[in-house]
């Protein structure tokens, strides 16, 4: 089992920065990848960015260029900035990590990320 909490999120401006962080443990020697991913109340949850076990990335395109993901495997640590934010960045973002052994996907209860003026 793999327990994962975020923590970081918040109000923001548009156009500041906030830096998402989740924290795992447990068994986390077999987690292989890594993920955020939002939600807006009524729609369904969309996919942020993810990080292979080989530290491969992907964005999801509409984010590229303003989100940053980033791992530490040695602190079991998942790190998510964010910048130039936006009002439709306002989401619940979780935290998402899959088991490579036994293919279990996990999810944080999520922090909510308000953006405002």
């Known amino acids: 089992q793999v327990q994962l909490v975020e923590s970081g999120g918040g109000l923001g401006q548009p156009g500041e920065s906030l830096r998402l962080s989740c924290l795992a443990s447990?068994?986390?020697?077999?987690?292989?990848?890594m993920a955020w991913y939002r939600q807006v109340p009524g729609l369904e949850r969309e996919l942020v960015a993810r990080?292979?076990?080989?530290?491969?990335?992907y964005y999801s395109d509409s984010l590229k260029g303003r989100f940053t993901i980033s791992r530490d495997n040695a602190k079991n640590t998942l790190a998510l900035q964010m910048n130039s934010l936006k009002p439709e960045d306002t989401a619940v973002y979780y935290c998402?990590?899959?088991?490579?052994?036994?293919?279990?996907?996990?999810w944080g209860k999520g922090t909510l990320v308000t953006v405002s003026s």
């Open positions: 998402n990590a899959d088991d490579y052994y036994n293919g279990m996907v996990y």
């Open positions: 990080i292979t076990g080989r530290g491969n990335i």
């Open positions: 447990g068994s986390t020697s077999s987690i292989w990848g």
